[in-house]
């Protein structure tokens, strides 16, 4: 008998993926600042994105430009991760993601198929195999919101309480740092 199974989640082989091995490979870190694409073909269904990876000194980070569709918002996607790195034994650095959601250093972002940003394979939950553990709730209610922001800002009726910014407006704010969500200027260097 075969038993009735719900919607699975996402394992982590069926999601884009962003590696700094990739990154690496692709010589995205040998310049100052370098701009491509990235294809990705998953269930025959193709998407890409563009990205920049900047290296200048103290201004390191994968900026990710891309649309999707199916989100909450078809909407135009534009931030950056911030790009963390060690020394390695033969000389040079090796260069690391911070997770966007929740700041730990990895090597490799996912975008699941609900999401709208990429972020590490623990605050997504995946899998490597089709086993799939419960969700951290509050990241994925974390991440409804972002993809949310620019409503969530619609909804928030009072931003100052006498004279002081109010919870949800200090929350919005904090959303938007996180976020950098209006991209600064990108200076090419090559
Ligand atoms: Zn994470």
């Not at 390191?60 to 135009?76: P, T």
């Not at 911030?82 to 972002?109: D, H, I, K, Q």
């Not at 938007?176 to 200076?187: D, F, G, Y």
């Amino acid at each position: 008998m075969t038993r009735y199974s719900p919607d699975r989640k996402p394992i982590a082989e069926e999601c884009p993926r962003i590696s700094t091995s990739l990154l690496r490979k692709h010589g995205y870190f040998l310049k100052a600042a370098k701009g491509g694409s990235l294809t990705w073909v998953v269930d025959s269904i193709k998407s890409s994105i563009d990205i920049i990876v900047s290296t200048v000194k103290d201004r390191e980070f994968l900026e990710l430009i891309y649309s999707k569709a199916g989100s909450l918002q078809k909407d135009q996607f534009d931030y950056k991760i911030r790009l963390l790195s060690t020394p390695c034994n033969y000389g040079g650095v090796r260069y690391w993601f911070s997770c966007l959601l929740c700041e730990a250093r990895v090597s490799s972002l996912y975008l699941p198929p609900s999401a709208c940003y990429f972020a590490c394979r623990h605050c997504y939950n995946l899998s490597y195999e089709s086993r799939n553990t419960s969700i951290s709730k509050g990241r994925f209610r974390a991440l409804e919101i972002l993809c949310r922001l620019d409503e969530y800002e619609k909804k928030i009726k009072r931003k100052y309480y006498a004279g002081r910014e109010t919870k949800k407006y200090l929350r919005y704010l904090k959303l938007v740092r996180l976020l950098s969500w209006k991209s600064s200027q990108i200076i090419y260097l090559e």
